[in-house]
């Protein structure tokens, strides 16, 4: 069974920065492309990134509202990726999902992130 | 980038009822990549649909998918109490993977 598990999120300024991490299990994280998708409070999805594992080079694809800010990444050896949010905006609260690539069959809980001043 | 709209926004529904979800692509683009979910107050989405046809696993046979062109169907053929849920189209081809803006079905 795969699992998937945000921490990081959490209360910050605008213009200020929070990592959100994912710890995985149950799959062949070596090979697995991941994703992140937000959702702002009561509003819908929005896919925010997506990094390809590294025999792809882990290069990556970002949305473009967070493009230039965001940075998603992966430690193999942790199985763990994650999303270094910079330059932080009040649109950007909101649940941060982490995922298997697209289409998207498994999902962590979600963690929060409001950014307000 | 492809904009997807889904219709109608709310539908409102009696347990048992058949629903008909639309999503429309803005231009052409290919069936293979057009996924539906659906996603229940407090909890992650999950995936139904992926190919605009094909079931995920361990999902019910009265949700069926279909495509024309650029219009996109989700159907749910007898609607039963856990059916109740924001349902959102999106599609995967090429980044950004965007959703559509969802059609929350409600009971009636």
């Known amino acids: 069974e795969v699992q998937l598990v945000e921490s990081g999120g959490g209360l910050v300024k605008p213009g200020g920065s929070l990592r959100l991490s994912c710890v995985t299990s149950?799959?062949?994280?070596?090979?697995?492309?991941m994703s992140w998708v937000r959702q702002a409070p009561g509003k819908g999805l929005e896919w925010v990134a997506r990094?390809?594992?590294?025999?792809?080079?882990?290069?990556?694809d970002y949305a473009p509202p967070v493009k230039g800010r965001f940075t998603i990444s992966r430690d193999d050896s942790k199985m763990t990726f994650y999303l270094q949010m910079n330059s932080l905006r009040i649109e950007d609260t909101g649940v941060y999902y982490c995922?298997?690539?697209?289409?998207?069959?498994?999902w962590g809980q979600g963690t929060l992130v409001t950014v307000s001043s | 980038e492809i904009v997807l709209t889904q219709s109608p926004g709310t539908l409102s529904l009696s347990p048992g009822e058949r629903a008909t979800l639309s999503c429309r692509a803005s231009q052409s683009v290919s069936a293979d990549y057009l996924a539906w979910y659906h996603q229940k107050p407090g909890q992650a989405p999950r995936l139904l649909i992926y190919?605009?046809?094909n079931r995920a696993t361990g999902i019910p046979d009265r949700f069926s998918g279909s495509a024309s062109g650029t219009d996109f169907t989700l159907t749910i053929s007898r609607l039963e109490p856990e059916d109740f849920a924001v349902y959102y189209c999106?599609?995967?081809?090429?980044?950004?993977?965007?959703f559509g803006p969802g059609t929350k079905v409600e009971i009636k």
């Open positions: 995922s298997t690539d697209v289409p998207v069959t498994d």
């Open positions: 999106q599609y995967y081809a090429i980044s950004p993977f965007t």
């Open positions: 190919a605009a046809s």
């Open positions: 990094i390809r594992d590294m025999t792809r080079g882990g290069t990556t």
């Open positions: 149950g799959l062949t994280f070596s090979k697995a492309w």
